[in-house]
């Protein structure tokens, strides 16, 4: 049986180093995790070293810059994706690769706004029943998926307030082992005060809550994928 034997986190957010989402990541995850920061023309350490999984993390970069780097790291995503290595793009992971696969990526609304806050996902059980019903993670972007390519399936969709539905707030490629999702389920939540959209602040046990429930669906994305892409590629 196929297994998750260690994980490359790639880190892209450009600015500052993401060590607490990484640390909560390596702390937390039932396999040895690598540490990549991306950035530019800066892939050398993920060209030297390779894993048998992947997690793209958010980025302070926007899809529609279309800069170099951007294309680099998609392409070599899909280098791996096509050697049944599975991976994870979180927010702009997500974006990256549905974009590079030809998805419609832009701003969440006309005024640029951004989301931040808690938001719950709600899973299409009926089709990929790995997953629970619903999730409820932290958000914090400004862009997102407005349309699927052909090659793209949507597997879990979310409202916010402001930015009306997010109808492709989860999703899967139809043949190859990846996953995507707008939100956040690999923040550490505890490192600093947190608030809601009016304000109030977020008790601990609510954000201990979410933040488990978003270790508990990298946990299941993974073994959806081994599941559903790298055991059938084995028959």
């Known amino acids: 049986m196929k297994e998750i034997k260690d994980c490359g986190i790639i880190d892209c957010f450009v600015k500052t180093p993401e060590i607490l989402a990484f640390n909560h990541l390596q702390k937390n995850l039932p396999f040895p995790c690598f540490y990549h920061f991306v950035g530019q023309l800066e892939l050398d350490t993920l ?50 690769m549905c974009d590079y696969f030809g998805c419609e990526v832009n701003y969440s609304n006309i005024e640029e706004i951004k989301a931040t806050g808690p938001r719950k996902i709600i899973m299409n059980t009926n089709m990929v029943n790995d997953f629970n019903p619903t999730y409820t993670h932290w958000v914090s972007h400004s862009q997102k998926v407005h349309k699927l390519s052909t090659e793209m399936i949507q597997i879990g969709q979310s409202h916010h307030q402001l930015h009306g539905e997010n109808l492709y707030d989860v999703v899967i490629h139809s043949q190859l082992p990846f996953i995507g999702t707008q939100l ?48 059938k ?3």
Not at 55 to 80: D, P
């Open 47 to 96: 060209d030297t070293q390779s894993h048998s999984s992947y997690i793209i993390l958010g980025s302070a970069s926007h899809i529609t810059e279309k800069l170099i780097w951007h294309k680099r790291l998609a392409e070599f995503i899909h280098s791996k994706l096509k050697q049944n290595i599975p991976v994870l793009g979180i927010c702009f992971g997500h974006q990256l």
């Open 184 to 231: 956040h389920p690999e923040m550490d939540l505890l490192n600093s005060k947190r608030v809601d959209r009016e304000g109030h602040e977020i008790s601990k046990q609510e954000l201990n809550q979410i933040q488990n429930e978003g270790l508990d669906f990298i946990e299941h994305s993974f073994n959806y994928l081994i599941k559903n892409y790298l055991i």
């Open 233 to 235: 590629s084995d028959k």
